[in-house]
């Protein structure tokens, strides 16, 4: 279930996304896979909204899950160039289409295999109009960057919200943010080959570190979390964090290389979890 809220807010919201984007009510639900009748239903408040639909409804209309909810949340740190919440306030525009359209191409072919004219083809737009956007190739794909970071900021909200317990919650975080299943993996491949460009000479990327800090501070803030509750041992949050998100970045590239399986990989991670991370009724906290 996704967070509670005020139906009427979350509807109103969700109807005045829709007709930014441009999309009918009929064109939304076949795009997302929803019921029509469910989505007529949701958006007269007659019925909450999932957390998987929250985020297709923000996904297709360009919107944060945050702003349909219309609530501050503690469980994700908010992305800097997010902050102000709707996304497409001004309609659905080439540039969002185009960095969207690159991402998926970036994700799936990699940067050196992939030209301005293919982003174009595929947005259908012309090669003028992504250099309007975007004067080089290097600058769209730090854009699909910022995205992944959308993508990822509107799943935390949209499914962290409701789980009081700090464990779960974290562990929740965790598989949110693992590379299983295509969108997320999606997102991986962009990070991956944001690392690579990284570590050659004189390469930077400017918002780099301030989207790796949002992560940072969401893992830092669910560890505190638990640390109060007593589920999370008692040791310096930001040395946890950095062993933490190391510890998943480092699985990860494992996963997405066929170094580990996804079962392999849960395994491992849930038992690096209960040695390092969380108390337990046989162990004092360290």
Do not use: C, H
């Given at each position: 279930m996704a967070?509670?809220?005020?139906?009427?807010?979350?509807?109103?919201?969700?109807?005045?996304?829709?007709?930014?984007?441009?999309?009918?009510?009929?064109?939304?639900?076949?795009?997302?896979?929803?019921?029509?009748?469910?989505?007529?239903?949701?958006?007269?408040?007659r019925r909450n909204f999932?957390?998987?639909?929250?985020?297709?409804?923000?996904?297709?209309?360009?919107?944060t899950v945050q702003w349909l909810l219309g609530q501050e949340s503690s469980v994700s740190a908010t992305p800097p160039k997010l902050a102000a919440g709707l996304v497409n306030a001004d309609g659905p525009t080439p540039r969002r289409l185009i960095v969207e359209t690159a991402w998926d191409l970036f994700a799936r072919l990699g940067y050196d295999s992939v030209r301005i004219?293919?982003?174009?083809?595929?947005?259908?737009?012309?090669s003028a109009s992504v250099h309007y956007y975007f004067p080089s190739k290097s600058g769209?794909?730090?854009?699909?960057?910022?995205?992944?970071?959308?993508?990822?900021?509107?799943?935390?909200?949209a499914w962290l919200g409701d789980i009081p317990d700090p464990k779960r919650r974290l562990e929740r975080?965790?598989?949110?943010?693992?590379?299983?299943?295509?969108?997320?993996?999606?997102?991986?491949?962009?990070?991956?080959?944001?690392w690579s460009r990284l570590a050659l000479e004189n390469e930077s990327v400017p918002d780099y570190h301030a989207s790796y800090d949002r992560w940072s501070r969401t893992v830092r803030a669910t560890?505190?979390?638990?640390?109060?509750?007593g589920v999370v041992r008692a040791r310096d949050s930001a040395?946890?964090?950095?062993?933490l998100t190391s510890v998943l970045d480092g699985f990860g590239v494992k996963v997405l290389t066929g170094v580990l399986d996804v079962?392999?990989?849960?395994?491992?991670?849930?038992?690096?979890?209960?040695?390092?991370?969380?108390?337990?009724?046989?162990?004092?906290?360290?």
């Open positions: 967070p509670t809220v005020d139906d009427d807010s979350t509807a109103t919201r969700a109807k005045q996304a829709i007709s930014a984007s441009g999309l009918s009510q009929r064109q939304l639900a076949a795009t997302i896979g929803i019921d029509e009748s469910k989505l007529s239903k949701s958006l007269a408040g999932t957390a998987a639909e929250l985020v297709a409804v923000a996904t297709t209309t360009g919107v004219a293919d982003v174009a083809e595929a947005a259908g737009v012309s769209l794909f730090d854009a699909t960057l910022g995205y992944s970071v959308k993508l990822a900021f509107d799943r935390q909200i975080l965790l598989e949110l943010q693992s590379p299983v299943g295509r969108t997320a993996r999606s997102e991986w491949s962009i990070w991956l080959q944001m560890l505190e979390d638990g640390q109060a509750s040395e946890m964090t950095d062993e079962a392999t990989f849960r395994r491992r991670l849930s038992a690096y979890l209960n040695r390092s991370v969380f108390t337990n009724s046989d162990e004092e906290p360290s």
